[in-house]
T-cell receptor, first 114, second 116 residues
Framework: AQSVTQPDIHITVSEGASLELRCNYS??????LFWYVQSPGQGLQLLLK??????LVQGIKGFEAEFKRSQSSFNLRKPSVHWSDAAEYFC????????????FGTGTSLTVIP | GAVVSQHPSRVICKSGTSVKIECRSL??????MFWYRQFPKQSLMLMAT?????????EQGVEKDKFLINHASLTLSTLTVTSAHPEDSSFYIC????????????FGPGTRLTVT
């Protein structure tokens, strides 16, 4: 069965520091991979996605993610975190053979300290 | 870009009553819509998948008689929580898929349901 793992439940970083949020997936073929951000009480905003091609994808708000097939990972990175980046981050996998159903990770809560 | 709206954004209802949540795709036609439930500090749990003009497909453990889903048009899906109880209080999020090869889904802003 497909699954998405975000090992870090909560991360705290200082403003201006670099950030990496981990995501691992379990799926037989190359899935479609997404990162979403959710502010408190809000819906999900797409940060970036990977379908194929270049394994390093750029997203909005200065985020990027790298697909590593050998590690079944799709980690999200940002070189310099801003206080407004504090939110909940979800990694998601889309499997086309199950009716385009998303599988979400459990999320990583990011706190940014001044 | 594709926009999905939900109405209402917040609703409080009394135990035993029913409440309807609407999900609309504003600038595209959604062949498939999805309903998710999110508990505090937790991830999104897929409740059901609805295709326009057909019955919704519910995930295991989701009561179809309690969570009625109707996808009457290509731009509107509704979720009705029937005979609501306090344990139904949650954040409900819908998403819509255009049916294109991009496989991307567009998420609504969510509806906070509180059952008293």
């Amino acid at each position: 069965a497909q699954s998405v793992t975000q090992p870090d439940i909560h991360i705290t970083v200082s403003e201006g520091a670099s950030l990496e949020l981990r995501c691992n997936y379990s799926y037989g073929a190359t899935p479609y991979l997404f990162w979403y951000v959710q502010s408190p009480g809000q819906g999900l905003q797409l940060l970036l996605k990977y379908f194929s091609g270049d394994t390093l994808v750029q997203g909005i708000k200065g985020f990027e993610a790298e697909f590593k097939r050998s590690q079944s990972s799709f980690n999200l990175r940002k070189p310099s975190v801003h206080w407004s980046d504090a939110a909940e981050y979800f990694c998601a996998v889309l499997t086309s053979n199950t009716g385009n159903q998303f599988y979400f990770g459990t999320g990583t809560s990011l706190t940014v300290i001044p | 870009g594709a926009v999905v709206s939900q109405h209402p954004s917040r609703v409080i209802c009394k135990s035993g009553t029913s409440v309807k949540i609407e999900c609309r795709s504003l600038d595209f036609q959604a062949t498939t819509m999805f309903w998710y439930r999110q508990f505090p500090k937790q991830s999104l749990m897929l409740m059901a998948t609805s295709n326009e003009g057909s019955k919704a497909t519910y995930e295991q453990g989701v009561e179809k008689d309690k969570f009625l889903i109707n996808h009457a048009s290509l731009t509107l899906s509704t979720l009705t929580v029937t005979s609501a109880h306090p344990e139904d209080s949650s954040f409900y999020i819908c998403s819509a898929h255009t049916g294109s090869s991009s496989y991307e889904q567009y998420f609504g802003p969510g509806t906070r349901l509180t059952v008293t």
